[in-house]
């Protein structure tokens, strides 16, 4: 599984731009020009994982930019080059801050220009205005002069940063193409570069033709000169572009562009002794040759690859170029294999080659040294299709791996399935709907049985129907992976084999670390190579039912390894594979112990890469990034996990058969001690990470992937943004491909349990994007491993319980916060770091966790059990206690929780907000009768406070205030409470609230009347108010009211002019009591109620105030006023109550009648009295006028009534 891919890399659907420059091309079908390939990084760090792949197909230039780090806009697009066709050589370069695309075709060259990326922008491609960015000049395209049609083609910047096209033409020559510097004017120039005169090349090409191969066996003169291959290089001694060409006279030419000749020439017959005596090269045969100029070990190098009759060999020479002299120095050379050429590049260090056989990929690399002319052995990365591997599985796995695996394109797919469904159309893309279509046609056919929506019922039939479809698919995905190039992202340290379909990266490009042991293939170690080759053999395909079997055993791998050693053992007579392995293993046992040793050294995931500790620090990835991260991940955890298998099987076996064994005793106890633990240990992890990749997908996808590569797949999900930031290892950690191999370590170092970090990081990034039910089966699974310790499996607990909060499962997550607590209780000290808090903070956190999610009762619950099982309290638990009793309503309780704060600001606050909590739910009475204790005065003062800092007109305070001091019979301070409101209305001029006012005067009033009695007074703004004027007071607010005419901002200011306007409004009975309580004249009252007529209330008025003479002279005055006739019952009870002040009034407005009934009425009361003394003036005024009138009847009533008086007193005895 050397190879591993991530599809969205390459896209079919990038926006075409049309470049035209010439109206016809009349040898279009005689060209035949293989697809290339190639790559461009950027020089500026920080973009350092930031690439350019180009295909060049026919007439279609496809480029792709991609980053690791960052999501990219409009990151494809295809120049479409019209009647041309696309010669090998097209090159990318970055120059003046511009990206340049360089690119020859068979009759014209172009020149694209595109912006550079700069630090402002990073998150957009250059691709993402092309249309802007692409300028049609003169300058930037040349239509060239050729022969003939040229098939090859290379190009490159020169020191002035000009673009230097080389052509080969048929005649050997070299057409020089050179555009000015990109953003200059200047006209393109061709020259014409030869090795040798026109008519020489001429009868040289003629002689070749008649005398055919064998003709040239003599110098190279003898034969073609026509070039085979071309190249190009920069020297850094002479600041020239320097060009390389094959031709078929086997002369390997360097070409100056400067000088614009030819500056060396080698014969490359001297490279043919390598092969057999008069072999010569097929030049026909494009795969058994190939000329590559690369840099290795940052020196330029011409590489040349020849192949003749199955023997292969590269050549590898350096050239050594000054301004008087050039040569080629062969450095190297070593052999190749029989296998079809695709491709090979220079990996820094290693020499790598991709080779094609039977559709197969297959990758080799080996290390070369050019200083000390030195190359290692080929290492093989193993067949490039093994990550589709048809393995052993079920029809629920075969489904997850033909519609989920992010390998398989939609069209290699669809053309699987119309094999066996025939053609119907769907959506392009949609593998939901080709899933739909293969069950449909299955259950139409009898061999699916549907259980329910998306399940199904397994079976041997359906199984091998799956297989046979699933079968299918790979053979076209292999079609369609045809390989074009091989590619080396320097600044991502990545390998890359380019195809028609994806970018296939390599997974070993990284320094070998985990299950990536090849060692084992290497000589010092070949009897562990051959016994793990034959493991593999023995065990055959049960992998999938061994890592399943260690999850649903719940036992150690050792134990069912050893299992799987006695069925072994029992069918050994079946085959001779048990015999093989018996003698291979006991060969050599100290090599196979070391090897045991390195293995187990290698997949120790307690260490770093590189062996040492190393810092942690940010590494962002993009969407592209995850996803070939996680296709990294995937292609590797089967390795790791078979390899911890096969190891464990080794050492069974061993054991087995430790009566023949020579192994020291003390080998023996490292074997028991270290090398098994340590191996069951890690494929126990690995059994936990391929059981979370099954379940973290779900019903989407049911495939055996890494745990890990499906997480970082989610964000490659449409619609999902953002980078995602990974700590990891400092070590060349801007580097994308020593960073995927850290990360592997980092990530498993999550599920070793006894390096502490009990897959707590995933669950963070689980609980992050709520994946609850996902937590909740890794932390089931991972407790189960035997040696997590007991802090590590009560954390996870811990963040379980998280996960059933989130999820809205309160009862659940409080009984596993409970179980957690206990489990970490006596270790608390080393996960308070990780949780933030120490022990004594553990519920009140905890209970602020599912306050927030809205579960006071848990919350509540939480609290009590800190007191039930700390035995401790503090300010902070008891207020977060009375704020979960308040959002609960239940505040007697609150208030119980409140009292019992000692620290005085928590106090305060935790009243405010009970205050408040009652306040906004219009629930004050609550607080009115409950008793606060030691906190009595805190809380009246807190109500002070908050009532005064409001308008007055929010009575809600004041009412709590008056309502609890009244319960309390702190009558004195209530009705303080309440003057003060009712003045504070008074003083406030936007207040339109005198009915308020008079309320809150009145309650004062009551509240004062219930003090005792020599306490019934206030202070207030240093005056002393008594009872009775508080009522006066509250008396006049209400008069006020009264009289106010819906003005509510009017102000009693003058109880007088109040009174006049009750007497205005007819309030009497108001007018009354106002009367009383500020001492003003009743008259006016009775004046009013005499001209109302109302008679009865008049009665009433002189009955209640003791028949007062003024309230009969006032009232029979305003009459008499108006002229309106006195009613005879008033003259009656007037004369009666003070006859002498009757008489006057009556005499005065002319009365006469009436005053001398009131006159008659005074002298028979003095007559019966004996009173001799008598009004005699007001009497001789009546007599005067009653004479002047002439009114004689009355004037002898008068007469007679004094007669008879003075008859009465003169007849008494003296």
């Given at each position: 599984m050397?190879l591993?891919?991530?599809?969205e890399?390459?896209?079919s659907?990038?926006p075409v731009?049309?470049?035209?420059?010439?109206s016809?091309?009349?040898?279009?079908s005689?060209?035949?020009?293989?697809?290339?390939?190639?790559?461009?990084?950027y020089?500026?760090p920080?973009?350092?994982?930031?690439?350019?792949?180009?295909?060049?197909?026919?007439?279609d230039?496809y480029?792709?930019e991609r980053?690791f780090?960052?999501?990219?806009?409009s990151?494809?697009?295809?120049?479409?080059?019209?009647n041309?066709i696309i010669?090998p050589?097209?090159?990318?370069?970055?120059?003046?801050?511009?990206?340049l695309?360089?690119?020859a075709?068979?009759?014209c060259?172009?020149?694209?220009?595109l912006?550079?990326?700069?630090?402002?922008?990073?998150?957009?491609?250059v691709f993402?205005?092309?249309?802007e960015?692409f300028v049609?000049?003169?300058?930037?395209?040349?239509v060239?002069?050729?022969m003939g049609?040229p098939?090859?083609?290379?190009?490159?910047?020169?020191?002035?940063k000009?673009?230097?096209f080389?052509?080969?033409?048929?005649?050997g020559?070299?057409?020089?193409v050179?555009?000015c510097?990109?953003?200059?004017?200047?006209p393109?120039t061709?020259?014409?570069l030869?090795?040798?005169?026109?008519?020489?090349r001429?009868l040289?090409?003629?002689?070749?033709g008649?005398?055919g191969?064998?003709a040239?066996?003599?110098?190279?003169q003898f034969?073609s000169s026509?070039v085979v291959?071309?190249s190009?290089f920069?020297?850094?001694?002479?600041?020239?572009?320097?060009?390389c060409?094959l031709?078929?006279?086997?002369q390997?030419?360097?070409w100056?562009?400067?000088?614009?000749s030819?500056?060396h020439?080698f014969?490359?017959?001297?490279?043919?002794r390598?092969?057999s005596?008069?072999?010569?090269?097929?030049w026909?045969c494009v795969?058994?040759?190939?000329l590559?100029?690369?840099e290795i070990?940052r020196?330029w190098?011409?590489?040349f690859y020849?192949?003749?009759?199955?023997?292969d060999?590269?050549f590898v020479?350096?050239?050594s170029?000054?301004?008087?002299q050039?040569?080629?120095?062969?450095?190297?050379?070593?052999?190749g294999f029989?296998l079809e050429?695709?491709?090979?590049?220079v990996?820094?260090f290693?020499f790598v080659?991709?080779?094609?056989?039977?559709q197969?990929l297959?990758l080799?690399?080996?290390e070369v040294?050019?200083?000390?002319?030195e190359?290692?052995?080929w290492?093989d990365?193993?067949?490039?299709d093994?990550?589709?591997?048809?393995?052993?599985v079920?029809?629920s796995?075969l489904?997850?791996?033909?519609?989920h695996n992010?390998?398989?394109?939609y069209?290699?797919v669809?053309?699987?399935?119309?094999?066996?469904?025939?053609d119907?159309y769907?959506?392009?893309?949609?593998?939901?709907?080709?899933r739909?279509?293969?069950?449909?046609?299955?259950?139409?056919n009898?061999?699916a049985?549907?259980?329910?929506a998306?399940?199904?019922?397994?079976s041997?039939?359906l199984e091998?129907?799956?297989?046979t479809?699933w079968?299918?698919?790979v053979?076209?995905?292999?079609?369609?992976m045809k390989?074009i190039?091989?590619?080396y992202l320097?600044n991502c340290?990545m390998?890359?084999v380019v195809?028609n379909d994806?970018?296939?990266f390599?997974?070993?490009t990284a320094?070998l670390?985990?299950?990536?042991v090849?060692?084992?293939k290497?000589d010092d170690?070949?009897?562990?190579?051959?016994?793990?080759?034959?493991i593999?053999?023995l065990?055959g395909?049960?992998?999938?039912?061994?890592?399943?079997a260690?999850?649903?055993a719940k036992?150690?791998?050792?134990?069912l390894v050893?299992d799987e050693?006695?069925?072994?053992v029992?069918d050994?007579?079946?085959n001779?594979?048990?015999?093989?392995?018996?003698?291979?293993?006991?060969?050599?046992?100290?090599?196979l112990f070391e090897?045991l040793?390195?293995?187990?050294g290698?997949?120790?995931?307690?260490?770093?890469?590189?062996?040492?500790?190393?810092?942690?620090t940010s590494?962002?990835l993009?969407?592209?990034?995850?996803?070939?991260?996680?296709?990294?991940?995937?292609?590797?955890?089967g390795d790791?996990?078979?390899l911890?298998r096969?190891a464990l099987?080794?050492?069974?076996?061993?054991c087995y058969?430790r009566?023949?064994s020579?192994l020291?005793?003390?080998n023996w106890?490292?074997?028991?001690s270290?090398?098994?633990p340590k191996l069951s240990?890690l494929?126990?992890?690995?059994?936990l990470?391929?059981?979370?990749?099954?379940?973290t997908?779900?019903?989407?996808c049911r495939?055996?992937?890494?745990?890990?590569?499906?997480f970082l797949r989610k964000f490659?999900?449409?619609?999902?943004a953002?980078n995602?930031?990974?700590?990891?290892g400092?070590?060349?950690?801007?580097h994308?491909?020593k960073?995927v191999?850290?990360l592997y370590?980092?990530?498993?170092?999550?599920?070793?349990?006894?390096?502490?970090?009990?897959c707590l990081?995933?669950?963070?990034?689980?609980?992050?994007?709520?994946?609850y039910?996902?937590?909740r089966r890794?932390v089931?699974s991972?407790n189960?491993?035997?040696?997590?310790?007991a802090a590590v499996k009560a954390l996870?607990?811990?963040y379980?319980?998280v996960?059933?909060?989130?999820?809205k499962?309160p009862?659940?997550?409080?009984?596993?916060?409970?179980t957690?607590f206990?489990?970490?209780?006596?270790?608390?000290?080393?996960?308070q770091?990780?949780?933030?808090?120490?022990?004594e903070?553990f519920?009140?956190?905890?209970a602020a966790?599912?306050?927030?999610?809205?579960?006071g009762?848990?919350a509540?619950?939480?609290c009590?059990?800190?007191?039930?099982l700390?035995e401790?309290?503090s300010p902070?638990?008891?207020?977060m206690?009375?704020?979960?009793?308040?959002?609960s309503?239940r505040?007697?309780?609150?208030?119980?929780?409140?009292v019992?704060i000692q620290h005085?600001p928590?106090l305060?606050d935790s009243l405010t907000?009970?205050?408040?909590r009652v306040?906004?739910?219009?629930?004050?009475?609550?607080?009115?009768n409950?008793?606060?204790g030691p906190?009595?005065?805190?809380?009246?003062?807190?109500?002070?406070?908050m009532a005064?800092?409001?308008?007055?007109?929010?009575?809600t305070y004041?009412?709590?205030l008056?309502?609890?001091?009244?319960?309390?019979?702190?009558?004195r301070?209530?009705?303080?409470?309440?003057y003060?409101?009712?003045?504070?209305l008074?003083a406030d001029?936007?207040a339109t609230t005198?009915?308020?006012?008079?309320?809150?005067?009145?309650?004062?009033?009551?509240?004062?009347n219930?003090?005792?009695p020599?306490?019934?007074?206030?202070?207030f703004?240093k005056?002393?108010i008594?009872l009775?004027?508080?009522r006066a007071?509250?008396l006049l607010?209400e008069?006020?009211?009264?009289v106010?005419n819906d003005?509510l901002?009017c102000?009693?200011?003058n109880?007088?002019?109040?009174?006049d306007?009750l007497l205005?409004?007819g309030q009497?009975?108001?007018a009354?009591k106002?009367c009383?309580?500020?001492?003003?004249?009743m008259e006016?009252?009775?004046?009013?109620v005499?001209l109302n007529g109302?008679?009865?209330?008049?009665k009433q008025l002189?009955d209640r105030h003791?028949?007062?003479p003024?309230?009969?002279?006032?009232?029979?005055?305003?009459l008499l006023?108006r002229?309106?006739?006195v009613p005879a019952?008033?003259?009656?009870?007037?004369?009666e109550t003070?006859p002498?002040?009757?008489?006057?009034?009556f005499l005065?407005?002319?009365?006469?009648?009436?005053?001398?009934?009131?006159a008659?009425?005074?002298?028979?009361?003095?007559?019966q009295?004996?009173q001799?003394i008598?009004p005699i003036l007001e009497?001789?005024?009546?007599y005067?006028i009653?004479?002047?009138?002439g009114?004689?009847?009355?004037?002898e009533?008068?007469i007679?009534e004094?007669?008879?008086?003075?008859?009465?007193l003169?007849?008494q005895?003296?």
């Amino acid at each position: 599984m050397s190879l591993f891919s991530s599809i969205e890399a390459i896209r079919s659907d990038a926006p075409v731009v049309e470049i035209s420059k010439i109206s016809t091309l009349n040898t279009i079908s005689e060209i035949k020009v293989n697809p290339s390939s190639g790559c461009f990084v950027y020089d500026d760090p920080a973009l350092g994982n930031r690439f350019i792949i180009w295909r060049a197909i026919g007439a279609d230039l496809y480029l792709e930019e991609r980053s690791f780090g960052v999501n990219l806009k409009s990151a494809s697009v295809c120049f479409r080059f019209k009647n041309e066709i696309i010669l090998p050589g097209t090159l990318i370069v970055e120059a003046d801050s511009k990206v340049l695309v360089l690119v020859a075709t068979t009759s014209c060259v172009h020149r694209v220009g595109l912006t550079a990326p700069d630090e402002f922008d990073f998150g957009c491609s250059v691709f993402a205005s092309i249309g802007e960015q692409f300028v049609n000049h003169p300058s930037n395209w040349y239509v060239y002069n050729a022969m003939g049609t040229p098939h090859l083609a290379t190009c490159m910047l020169n020191a002035e940063k000009e673009a230097l096209f080389g052509i080969a033409d048929v005649d050997g020559s070299i057409l020089l193409v050179t555009l000015c510097r990109y953003g200059a004017d200047g006209p393109p120039t061709q020259d014409v570069l030869r090795h040798s005169s026109r008519l020489r090349r001429i009868l040289v090409g003629l002689f070749h033709g008649v005398g055919g191969s064998n003709a040239a066996d003599g110098d190279g003169q003898f034969g073609s000169s026509s070039v085979v291959d071309l190249s190009a290089f920069y020297s850094n001694e002479t600041s020239d572009v320097v060009l390389c060409s094959l031709s078929y006279d086997c002369q390997l030419r360097l070409w100056s562009c400067g000088r614009k000749s030819v500056i060396h020439s080698f014969d490359m017959r001297q490279c043919f002794r390598q092969f057999s005596v008069g072999d010569e090269p097929d030049w026909q045969c494009v795969c058994k040759w190939r000329l590559k100029c690369t840099e290795i070990e940052r020196t330029w190098v011409v590489v040349f690859y020849l192949s003749i009759k199955g023997v292969d060999r590269f050549f590898v020479f350096v050239p050594s170029i000054t301004t008087h002299q050039a040569r080629l120095v062969r450095c190297i050379d070593f052999p190749g294999f029989d296998l079809e050429v695709v491709d090979f590049c220079v990996n820094d260090f290693r020499f790598v080659a991709l080779y094609l056989q039977k559709q197969r990929l297959v990758l080799k690399w080996k290390e070369v040294c050019l200083q000390e002319y030195e190359h290692g052995p080929w290492v093989d990365c193993e067949d490039g299709d093994v990550y589709l591997s048809t393995g052993a599985v079920s029809a629920s796995q075969l489904m997850g791996k033909i519609f989920h695996n992010p390998l398989l394109a939609y069209r290699s797919v669809e053309r699987a399935l119309k094999i066996s469904c025939g053609d119907a159309y769907t959506p392009p893309g949609d593998f939901a709907s080709l899933r739909s279509k293969l069950f449909d046609y299955l259950e139409d056919n009898g061999v699916a049985v549907r259980l329910g929506a998306g399940k199904w019922k397994e079976s041997p039939t359906l199984e091998s129907t799956l297989r046979t479809v699933w079968t299918s698919c790979v053979q076209y995905h292999n079609a369609a992976m045809k390989p074009i190039g091989l590619v080396y992202l320097r600044n991502c340290r990545m390998l890359a084999v380019v195809t028609n379909d994806r970018l296939l990266f390599q997974r070993d490009t990284a320094p070998l670390v985990l299950g990536f042991v090849p060692q084992f293939k290497y000589d010092d170690h070949r009897p562990a190579a051959d016994c793990f080759s034959l493991i593999g053999r023995l065990v055959g395909a049960g992998d999938e039912q061994f890592f399943a079997a260690v999850e649903a055993a719940k036992t150690t791998p050792w134990q069912l390894v050893n299992d799987e050693l006695s069925r072994v053992v029992q069918d050994a007579g079946a085959n001779g594979l048990w015999q093989n392995f018996h003698r291979t293993m006991l060969m050599d046992e100290v090599a196979l112990f070391e090897a045991l040793q390195v293995l187990a050294g290698h997949l120790d995931p307690t260490v770093s890469p590189n062996g040492t500790p190393s810092k942690l620090t940010s590494f962002e990835l993009s969407s592209y990034g995850a996803s070939v991260t996680a296709a990294y991940f995937a292609s590797s955890v089967g390795d790791g996990a078979l390899l911890c298998r096969q190891a464990l099987f080794l050492m069974a076996s061993w054991c087995y058969f430790r009566p023949e064994s020579k192994l020291p005793s003390s080998n023996w106890t490292t074997i028991h001690s270290e090398l098994v633990p340590k191996l069951s240990l890690l494929c126990q992890c690995y059994v936990l990470l391929k059981q979370i990749a099954s379940m973290t997908v779900g019903e989407r996808c049911r495939s055996d992937w890494l745990m890990v590569a499906d997480f970082l797949r989610k964000f490659t999900v449409p619609g999902r943004a953002g980078n995602l930031k990974i700590k990891t290892g400092d070590v060349d950690f801007h580097h994308f491909g020593k960073f995927v191999v850290d990360l592997y370590v980092h990530l498993l170092k999550m599920f070793w349990p006894c390096g502490g970090g009990g897959c707590l990081q995933l669950v963070d990034y689980l609980l992050e994007n709520r994946m609850y039910a996902d937590v909740r089966r890794l932390v089931e699974s991972a407790n189960r491993m035997p040696t997590s310790t007991a802090a590590v499996k009560a954390l996870r607990i811990y963040y379980e319980a998280v996960a059933c909060l989130r999820a809205k499962e309160p009862q659940q997550a409080y009984e596993k916060f409970l179980t957690a607590f206990i489990g970490l209780a006596d270790n608390f000290h080393s996960v308070q770091g990780r949780l933030g808090f120490d022990k004594e903070s553990f519920f009140t956190n905890t209970a602020a966790l599912f306050d927030k999610a809205g579960f006071g009762e848990q919350a509540i619950q939480l609290c009590l059990d800190h007191l039930r099982l700390l035995e401790t309290d503090s300010p902070a638990l008891w207020h977060m206690l009375c704020r979960l009793y308040c959002a609960s309503d239940r505040y007697a309780e609150a208030v119980e929780a409140a009292v019992k704060i000692q620290h005085q600001p928590t106090l305060e606050d935790s009243l405010t907000n009970l205050v408040r909590r009652v306040v906004d739910r219009g629930l004050g009475s609550e607080l009115c009768n409950c008793n606060f204790g030691p906190a009595e005065q805190t809380f009246v003062g807190l109500l002070e406070k908050m009532a005064r800092a409001n308008k007055p007109t929010d009575d809600t305070y004041y009412d709590i205030l008056f309502g609890h001091l009244t319960f309390k019979m702190k009558y004195r301070t209530a009705a303080h409470c309440m003057y003060e409101k009712a003045k504070r209305l008074e003083a406030d001029p936007a207040a339109t609230t005198l009915d308020a006012q008079a309320a809150a005067l009145y309650l004062a009033a009551t509240a004062l009347n219930f003090a005792r009695p020599q306490f019934r007074y206030l202070y207030f703004d240093k005056q002393s108010i008594t009872l009775r004027q508080l009522r006066a007071e509250a008396l006049l607010v209400e008069c006020a009211l009264q009289v106010a005419n819906d003005n509510l901002h009017c102000r009693p200011t003058n109880p007088d002019r109040t009174f006049d306007q009750l007497l205005q409004k007819g309030q009497l009975d108001l007018a009354e009591k106002l009367c009383k309580a500020y001492e003003l004249p009743m008259e006016k009252v009775a004046s009013v109620v005499a001209l109302n007529g109302a008679w009865d209330r008049l009665k009433q008025l002189v009955d209640r105030h003791d028949h007062k003479p003024e309230l009969y002279n006032a009232a029979c005055k305003s009459l008499l006023n108006r002229k309106r006739p006195v009613p005879a019952w008033l003259v009656d009870q007037y004369k009666e109550t003070e006859p002498v002040g009757a008489m006057v009034l009556f005499l005065e407005y002319g009365e006469l009648e009436a005053a001398v009934q009131c006159a008659s009425k005074l002298l028979r009361d003095r007559a019966q009295e004996l009173q001799p003394i008598l009004p005699i003036l007001e009497l001789d005024n009546l007599y005067v006028i009653l004479e002047r009138t002439g009114n004689l009847n009355l004037l002898e009533t008068l007469i007679g009534e004094l007669e008879r008086y003075s008859d009465t007193l003169l007849s008494q005895p003296q």
